[in-house]
């Protein structure tokens, strides 16, 4: 079935770098995503790789893909409290079209 | 300013009531959508509309119901037959629905419904 996974939390140091994970399901997928969402607020786009690409990098985001294991990841350089949010990987399935979203890793930045 | 909005932020209603969620959108994106979202848990997809005066059921859309009369529009009532409707609600919309390769969501801000 459809289904996206990441790990729930992860908590790093202010400064640190912080890698978040995201399996996906869809191996037809054409474009990964990766969204923000700080408290009560909508999701916001952060970036998106095409799937014939390994990696991309946007300032301090960078962006790996490993189609072969079907994961995804996403990293932040030099992580700052401004980061803490919650993080959704998402995909577009080729069978329906719809979006199908991670259960979103939250992220804590310690001072 | 382009983008997508969603009133009221906030919303109050008493159990037994139906309540409509506004989602405008002023990017001229042909598909829009509606998702739930629990504390602790990702987006469920209520119901989506590819085009003006067609929708689709998503994976949660009993006690849900929506409406696309307008290409701008697409608001959603939680009825009183939907069991449990204390939620955060967001609206979202994209140019192709999904359908060409590179399509994006842009979201709303959301509405946060309470039911008393």
């Known amino acids: 079935g459809e289904d996206v996974e990441q790990s729930l939390f992860l908590s790093v140091r202010e400064g640190d770098s912080s890698v978040i994970n995201c399996t996906y399901t869809d191996s037809s997928s054409t474009y990964l995503y990766w969204y923000k969402q700080e408290p009560g607020a909508g999701l916001q786009l952060l970036t998106y790789?095409?799937?014939?690409?390994d990696m991309k990098q946007d300032q301090r985001l960078t962006v790996l893909l490993n189609k072969k294991d079907k994961h995804l990841s996403l990293r932040i350089a030099d992580t700052q409290t401004g980061d803490s949010a919650i993080y959704f990987c998402a995909e577009i399935s080729s069978g329906t079209y719809k979006y199908i979203f991670g259960t979103g890793t939250r992220l804590k930045v310690l001072a | 300013d382009g983008g997508i909005t969603q009133s009221p932020k906030y919303l109050f209603r008493k159990e037994g009531q139906n309540v409509t969620l506004s989602c405008e959108q002023n990017l001229n994106h042909d598909a829009m959508y509606w998702y739930r979202q629990d504390p602790g848990q990702g987006l469920r997809l209520i119901y989506y509309s590819q085009i003006v005066n067609d929708f689709q059921k998503g994976d949660i859309a009993e006690g849900y119901s929506v409406s696309r009369e307008k290409k701008e529009s697409f608001p959603l009532t939680v009825t009183s037959a939907q069991k449990n409707p204390t939620a955060f609600y967001l609206c979202?919309?994209?140019?192709?629905?999904?359908?060409?390769?590179?399509?994006?969501?842009?979201f709303g801000p959301g509405t946060r419904l309470t039911v008393l």
């Open positions: 979202a919309s994209s140019t192709w629905g999904g359908t060409v390769p590179g399509d994006t969501q842009y």
């Open positions: 790789i095409f799937s014939n690409m």
